[in-house]
């Protein structure tokens, strides 16, 4: 991509991957860019569970009702959790974290997209967050903001149209 501009218009959520795996190297360049997010008190209380195994990724499937199906074709996922011990600020720099990861992922040509977890319910009735705690053994202290699921791109996805904006959402000096 030229610019971030550009990237950020042809980023798009992406629930179709194709067969190619999304290699050791893109998952350390995505999480190396997870790692570099900014955070509140420079605290850094977020943490990175990186799954590739197939039966996890089912099981992981589960995590919301009717949300989280992709993850049974997608290459890999990133899960990002908070210690929740270390900071007060761990759902905005969760989710700094998960943006940079979604971008990163975009620039290297795949396609991702973001499951939120905080606030949602799973298949089996109870809470998301506790769902992925059982299956990845997650301690009890950490917030599970979000998933990220990653794999190659099926097709390439409609950038946005810049056109569409909604430009009245922005204010000068006072609403």
Same mark, same amino acid.
């Given at each position: 991509?030229?610019?971030?501009? #550009?990237? @950020? /218009?042809?980023?798009?959520?992406?629930?179709?991957?194709?067969?190619?795996?999304?290699?050791?190297?893109? /998952?350390?360049?995505?999480?190396? !860019?997870?790692?570099?997010?900014?955070?509140? %008190?420079?605290? *850094?209380?977020? #943490?990175?569970?990186?799954? $590739?195994?197939?039966?996890?990724?089912? $099981?992981?499937? %589960?995590?919301?009702?009717?949300? =989280?199906?992709?993850?049974?074709? !997608?290459?890999? =996922?990133?899960?990002?959790?908070?210690?929740?011990?270390?900071?007060?600020?761990?759902? #905005?720099?969760?989710?700094? =974290? @998960?943006?940079? @990861? %979604?971008? @990163?992922? !975009?620039?290297?040509?795949?396609?991702?997209?973001?499951?939120?977890?905080?606030?949602?319910? =799973?298949?089996?009735?109870?809470?998301?967050?506790?769902?992925?705690?059982?299956?990845?053994?997650?301690?009890? %202290? *950490?917030?599970?903001?979000? /998933?990220?699921?990653?794999?190659?791109?099926?097709?390439?996805?409609?950038?946005?149209?810049?056109?569409?904006?909604?430009?009245? $959402?922005?204010?000068?000096?006072?609403?």
């Amino acid at each position: 991509m030229d610019n971030l501009l #550009e990237l @950020m /218009i042809n980023r798009r959520s992406v629930r179709k991957y194709s067969a190619e795996p999304v290699t050791d190297e893109q /998952i350390k360049t995505i999480t190396t !860019a997870a790692l570099l997010s900014p955070s509140g %008190h420079s605290k *850094y209380p977020c #943490e990175f569970v990186v799954v $590739k195994d197939r039966d996890t990724l089912e $099981k992981m499937s %589960h995590c919301r009702v009717a949300v =989280a199906k992709m993850l049974n074709n !997608a290459s890999c =996922a990133i899960v990002t959790i908070a210690d929740s011990d270390k900071s007060d600020t761990i759902i #905005e720099d969760s989710s700094i =974290a @998960m943006m940079n @990861m %979604h971008l @990163m992922a !975009a620039s290297l040509g795949l396609g991702s997209c973001w499951i939120q977890l905080r606030s949602r319910d =799973a298949e089996d009735g109870t809470n998301s967050e506790d769902y992925i705690r059982s299956v990845l053994n997650i301690p009890d %202290h *950490y917030l599970c903001q979000a /998933i990220l699921s990653i794999g190659g791109l099926e097709k390439t996805p409609k950038p946005h149209d810049i056109n569409k904006l909604n430009f009245d $959402k922005i204010h000068l000096e006072q609403f």
